[in-house]
């Protein structure tokens, strides 16, 4: 099967930063949008960025917009969430996926449906 690497992930003190990053784990070039969630204990996975195969039309949850920027490098076939001014809420197992489909014109993939392709994630977690 088709498989995502999550990498990046670790302890960070609060104020801190990281990145993760994300590439296939085989041959697959994924010419889509990628999007990035993250799922805290007990908690429902939620949506955190997407970025279209161009590197435009970025979008940010309310919760990390301003402090996460989403990037990629299609050249290296891997995707990038640096996390800055992090938070002990951001403390969570983050996810990267790629989009299923191409929507033209004004979509953000914000969904997991949009999804048809997730890694098993890397675990952040932010010490206070």
């Known amino acids: 099967q088709v498989q995502l690497v999550e990498s990046g992930g670790g302890l960070v003190q609060a104020g801190g930063s990281l990145r993760v990053s994300c590439a296939p784990s085989?041959?697959?070039?994924?010419?889509?949008?990628m999007g990035w969630f993250r799922q805290a204990p007990g908690k429902e996975r939620e949506f955190v960025a997407s970025i279209r195969w161009s590197g435009g039309n970025t979008f940010y949850a309310d919760t990390v917009k301003g402090r996460f920027t989403i990037s990629r490098d299609n050249a290296e076939n891997t995707v990038y969430l640096q996390m800055n001014s992090l938070e002990p809420e951001d403390t969570a197992v983050y996810y990267c996926?790629?989009?299923?489909?191409?929507?033209?014109?004004?979509?953000?993939?914000?969904?997991?449906?949009?999804?048809?392709?997730w890694g098993q994630g890397t675990q952040v977690t932010v010490s206070s």
């Open positions: 996926a790629a989009a299923r489909k191409y929507y033209s014109g004004r979509y953000y993939y914000t969904g997991e449906a949009d999804y048809a392709y």
């Open positions: 085989g041959r697959t070039f994924f010419r889509t949008a």
